[in-house]
């Protein structure tokens, strides 16, 4: 039997479905967004000086990475069970919003247990928001401009969050200017969880499939409970597994985490310097987001069989390349290394656009959160705390710079390889999907 390859400008018994006002509703998603990456960068932008305050060790850092990471695995997935069982919109108002209260309560810290404990507390919340906010594009978009959606999306955050990270760095020069920071953005979020209340509405799972869009809520919803076999299922569709797979090898998340004390502690510089590097990740990520977009859609046009694994397995080898040049050589200045860093951003920056989408369009609507529940709050969050309690500790023992070169060199050059495992899934994932939404169709008009 000849091989199902989905094509994404087929037509169909009904037209490509438009979510109204899906553009407003995508400005307050990453508001949302951008609230909960400011809030986790805080500390790690501004460790040097929290360092010196609270007399810590490098180690202390992977810690709290490691610990706002792994509390989001038991916390995330209790946020999505929450939000399908009362409201998306109520859940993320708080998790993305109200619970920045616990981000003040971190600039009160006078030790570092205090700051563990509040720093993981306001983790616990923000975990939530990332698998929620992602369902909502799926549900606003439809899969010919998903890709442009998610890139938008992330590539904008990270434009703004790299300017407020820039200039967050530079209250390293304030006498307790680490504390003014968790403050502002904690009461920021406080504030922009009122805006999501008043402003933010939900367009229901599937709102945006072609086969669903114009059957009423109910029917849509129908078959949304979540159960043990709906989640295993999950585990049968080999895109999947592959995608889950390779996040465990994502090194590049070390990056925003450990970039600025990686230049003040290898290369000397000074943490409001060193945070200035912060700038071209966020531009590089943003031009990545949407060069990025641009050769998926080539890509896809010429080989709707290879064309998006192959973008995405580029960008991991090009972020390695980056990585090697501006991680393991000295040179003269700052600028070679704002450089570096801006492009390993921008070949971050093509992710996004590419495997979210790639999800959405092997997963069905219904099963969507809880696929980005188990792709961002726990295979991603175990992935950041290993890595992000390894760089502190083995930072301290061999040199960040060594760490640096396994985990954003090697490690990137062996998740390359590996997606090739893509080339052979995607193709028949996506059809099998599409001919279930059709049989759903048929059912429910029948």
């Given at each position: 039997?000849?091989?199902?390859?989905?094509?994404?400008?087929?037509?169909?018994?009904?037209p490509a479905a438009h979510v109204p006002g899906r553009r407003r509703q995508l400005s307050l998603l990453g508001g949302a967004m951008l609230v909960d990456n400011t809030e986790a960068g805080m500390i790690g932008g501004l460790f040097p000086v929290i360092r010196q305050a609270l007399g810590l060790s490098l180690g202390a850092l992977g810690i709290l990475t490691a610990a706002g990471?792994?509390?989001?695995?038991?916390?995330?997935?209790?946020?999505?069970?929450?939000?399908?069982?009362?409201?998306?919109?109520?859940?993320?108002?708080?998790?993305?919003?109200?619970?920045?209260?616990?981000?003040?309560?971190?600039?009160?810290?006078?030790?570092?247990?205090?700051?563990?404990?509040?720093?993981?507390?306001?983790?616990?919340?923000?975990?939530?928001?990332?698998?929620i906010i992602t369902t909502f594009v799926g549900d606003l978009y439809d899969s010919t401009s998903r890709g442009r959606a998610v890139g938008m999306l992330f590539g904008a955050t990270a434009l703004a969050s790299s300017a407020f990270a820039a200039l967050k760095g530079q209250l390293a020069g304030v006498e307790d200017g680490w504390r003014w920071g968790l403050w502002a953005i904690?009461?920021?979020?406080?504030?922009?969880?009122?805006?999501?209340?008043?402003?933010?509405?939900?367009?229901?799972?599937?709102?945006?499939?072609?086969?669903?869009?114009?059957?009423?809520?109910?029917?849509?919803?129908?078959?949304?409970?979540?159960?043990?076999?709906?989640?295993?299922?999950?585990?049968?569709?080999?895109?999947?597994?592959?995608?889950?797979?390779?996040?465990?090898?994502?090194?590049?998340?070390?990056?925003?985490?450990?970039?600025?004390?990686?230049?003040?502690?290898?290369?000397?510089?000074?943490?409001?310097?060193?945070?200035?590097?912060?700038?071209?990740?966020?531009?590089?990520?943003?031009?990545?987001?949407?060069?990025?977009?641009?050769?998926?859609?080539?890509?896809?046009?010429?080989?709707?069989?290879?064309?998006?694994?192959?973008?995405?397995?580029?960008?991991?080898?090009?972020?390695?390349?980056?990585?090697?040049?501006?991680?393991?050589?000295?040179?003269?200045?700052?600028?070679?290394?704002?450089?570096?860093?801006?492009?390993?951003?921008?070949?971050?920056?093509?992710?996004?656009?590419?495997?979210?989408?790639?999800?959405?369009?092997?997963?069905?609507?219904?099963?969507?959160?809880?696929?980005?529940?188990?792709?961002?709050?726990?295979?991603?969050?175990?992935?950041?705390?290993?890595?992000?309690?390894?760089?502190?500790?083995?930072?301290?023992?061999?040199?960040?710079?060594?760490?640096?070169?396994?985990?954003?060199?090697?490690?990137?050059?062996?998740?390359?390889?590996?997606?090739?495992?893509?080339?052979?899934?995607?193709?028949?994932?996506?059809?099998?999907?599409?001919?279930?939404?059709?049989?759903?169709?048929?059912?429910?008009?029948?």
């Amino acid at each position: 039997m000849p091989e199902l390859i989905h094509d994404p400008g087929r037509t169909g018994q009904t037209p490509a479905a438009h979510v109204p006002g899906r553009r407003r509703q995508l400005s307050l998603l990453g508001g949302a967004m951008l609230v909960d990456n400011t809030e986790a960068g805080m500390i790690g932008g501004l460790f040097p000086v929290i360092r010196q305050a609270l007399g810590l060790s490098l180690g202390a850092l992977g810690i709290l990475t490691a610990a706002g990471k792994l509390v989001g695995v038991i916390t995330a997935p209790l946020w999505v069970w929450a939000a399908h069982r009362w409201s998306r919109k109520t859940v993320l108002v708080i998790c993305a919003g109200l619970w920045g209260v616990w981000g003040v309560a971190a600039g009160f810290a006078q030790n570092f247990t205090q700051l563990l404990l509040f720093s993981t507390l306001l983790a616990a919340g923000y975990a939530g928001a990332h698998p929620i906010i992602t369902t909502f594009v799926g549900d606003l978009y439809d899969s010919t401009s998903r890709g442009r959606a998610v890139g938008m999306l992330f590539g904008a955050t990270a434009l703004a969050s790299s300017a407020f990270a820039a200039l967050k760095g530079q209250l390293a020069g304030v006498e307790d200017g680490w504390r003014w920071g968790l403050w502002a953005i904690g009461a920021f979020s406080i504030l922009f969880g009122l805006v999501l209340w008043r402003y933010l509405r939900d367009p229901g799972p599937g709102a945006s499939e072609a086969q669903l869009a114009d059957l009423d809520r109910t029917a849509r919803e129908a078959s949304g409970l979540v159960n043990r076999h709906q989640v295993a299922s999950l585990l049968k569709i080999p895109t999947f597994v592959v995608l889950l797979v390779s996040r465990l090898l994502s090194g590049h998340m070390l990056v925003f985490s450990f970039a600025v004390v990686f230049l003040v502690e290898v290369y000397g510089f000074t943490t409001q310097t060193a945070s200035v590097v912060l700038m071209p990740i966020g531009i590089g990520y943003f031009a990545g987001t949407i060069l990025g977009g641009v050769a998926a859609d080539w890509a896809a046009r010429l080989s709707p069989r290879h064309g998006l694994p192959a973008v995405l397995q580029a960008a991991q080898i090009l972020f390695a390349a980056f990585a090697f040049l501006g991680t393991q050589f000295q040179y003269g200045g700052f600028g070679l290394y704002a450089l570096s860093f801006g492009l390993m951003g921008a070949a971050q920056g093509v992710n996004p656009g590419i495997n979210r989408p790639m999800i959405m369009a092997v997963v069905p609507p219904e099963l969507r959160p809880a696929a980005f529940t188990l792709y961002i709050s726990v295979f991603e969050a175990i992935a950041w705390a290993v890595f992000g309690l390894g760089a502190g500790f083995l930072g301290d023992a061999i040199g960040l710079r060594s760490v640096f070169l396994w985990v954003l060199v090697v490690l990137m050059l062996v998740n390359g390889a590996f997606l090739t495992l893509l080339h052979r899934a995607y193709a028949r994932d996506t059809a099998r999907m599409q001919h279930k939404l059709d049989r759903r169709r048929e059912q429910a008009l029948s």
